[in-house]
């Protein structure tokens, strides 16, 4: 279908206004027209698989972030970035862990500067089923160009998009998820949601070892976002159509006191404790240095 059909509406989502009246408007005007369509109270739920738009999507403004709606020339072009800008600053979008890498590449693609997420890392990772095996994600290497690295040469932290570990272990999927993040280069909120069965608190073993398995990207993620402010992570119990509250379980990455480890020893800590010394001990790792015996700790 041609621009020419979906101008009524565009037209529609400028505030009635044509294209060429619309960007004429003074800036304070046009954000507030496009924050009617392009800003959402709700999480938007990202659905990599259904590329198709719907009346329903035209409704709500994703007519206005289609290039070749909006019209040809500069004043098509303004249009489709400040609605792109605004979509992708503005809201919070929820994104399945294994959908990750394709829509960061779709946002990057598009221009937009994303800012808020929510990742939903299931405790049974759909990819883990050999009959929906994910070929190898290739955005990573189309970002890294994006970001003038095509020469080859990475900075220190680029191996977090790799799905190998420096030690050439292959890594887990969630965590090969996890580590498209490492692409962007801000975010006000990044909530890790840790979705499945059992305990609402993360006592269970399922909801452990997949915690476990995540612990140390999501340090990383926290040191390089801002820490536990900006990045949290919760348990979210999912049992057939059944969905709790999440379970707020972010503490478990801050640093336990020597006091608290005193607790540990005696009987006498509370489970979320309990919990931070784990953490420690799994966000350490042992690296040899010179030497026969000689290691080194650090946290990865």
């Not at 290739?138 to 799905?163: C, I, M, P, Q």
Request: aromatic residues 8%; charged residues 30%; glycine residues 8%.
């Amino acid at each position: 279908m041609s621009a020419e059909y979906f101008r009524p509406q565009v037209v529609k989502m400028l505030g009635n206004h044509s294209p060429e009246e619309f960007v004429q408007l003074p800036q304070a005007q046009r954000t507030k027209i496009l924050e009617k369509s392009q800003v959402k109270t709700l999480k938007i739920p990202v659905m990599v698989e259904d590329s198709g738009m719907d009346d329903d999507d035209m409704e709500h403004g994703s007519v206005l972030r289609q290039r070749d709606l909006v019209g040809d020339g500069a004043v098509g072009h303004q249009i489709f970035a400040e609605a792109v800008q605004m979509y992708y600053d503005r809201n919070t979008f929820s994104v399945d862990s294994h959908w990750l890498g394709e829509f960061l590449s779709q946002a990057d693609e598009e221009g937009g500067c994303l800012k808020n997420i929510n990742v939903k890392v299931w405790l049974e990772h759909p990819y883990d089923d050999p009959s929906m095996q994910d070929p190898k994600d290739t955005s990573r290497d189309e970002r890294l160009v994006r970001a003038g690295r095509a020469d080859g040469a990475e900075a220190e932290e680029d191996y977090d998009l790799n799905f190998w570990s420096p030690a050439g272990q292959q890594l887990p999927k969630a965590v090969q998820d996890l580590r498209h993040l490492f692409s962007l280069t801000s975010l006000r909120t990044l909530l890790i949601e840790v979705i499945g069965g059992g305990a609402k608190d993360g006592s269970d073993l399922n909801t452990q070892l997949k915690v476990r398995e995540i612990s140390r990207v999501v340090k990383r993620l926290m040191d390089k976002f801002g820490g536990s402010k900006r990045v949290k992570v919760e348990k979210v119990v999912h049992i057939g159509e059944e969905w709790l509250p999440g379970h707020s379980i972010t503490t478990w990455w801050n640093a336990p006191s020597p006091f608290e480890k005193e607790q540990l020893m005696e009987g006498s800590t509370s489970f979320d404790t309990v919990m931070r010394i784990q953490m420690e001990e799994w966000t350490l790792v042992h690296e040899k240095v010179a030497g026969p015996q000689a290691t080194r700790l650090y946290l990865l």
